[in-house]
């Protein structure tokens, strides 16, 4: 049985900083893929971010130089740390696992239960 809890979400001003934790029970993170998703009301869950087993990461375009991925192999957990945060940053944030580095909701076969980030202006 694979869990995915996610923590850190919250409330804070445009331009604060928030980080996001992953943690997993019932498989290794580091033998997987793990990304960060989001999806804000009315609108799909889009891609945010990844870390591959070896440590490397992917973006999107429009968080690239403010969030930052990464991995503790001995907690087995995936943290997201988000600064320079934007009101359009506002969204339930979902962690998920999978074995292929992909953008794509469905390449994906564990989900956690998502925690709400919101940027005020």
């Known amino acids: 049985q694979v869990q995915l809890v996610e923590s850190g979400g919250g409330l804070v001003q445009a331009g604060g900083s928030l980080r996001l934790s992953c943690a997993a029970s019932?498989?290794?993170?580091?033998?997987?893929?793990t990304a960060w998703f989001r999806q804000a009301p009315g609108k799909e869950r889009e891609f945010v971010a990844a870390?591959?087993?070896?440590?490397?990461?992917v973006y999107r375009d429009s968080v690239k130089g403010r969030f930052t991925i990464s991995r503790d192999n001995a907690k087995n957990t995936v943290n997201l740390q988000m600064n320079s945060l934007k009101p359009e940053d506002t969204a339930l944030y979902y962690c998920?696992?999978?074995?292929?580095?992909?953008?794509?909701?469905?390449?994906?076969?564990?989900w956690g239960q998502g925690t709400q980030v919101t940027v005020s202006s």
């Open positions: 998920a696992a999978g074995v292929v580095l992909s953008t794509t909701v469905s390449d994906y076969n564990y």
């Open positions: 870390i591959i087993g070896s440590g490397g990461t």
């Open positions: 019932g498989r290794t993170l580091r033998t997987s893929v």
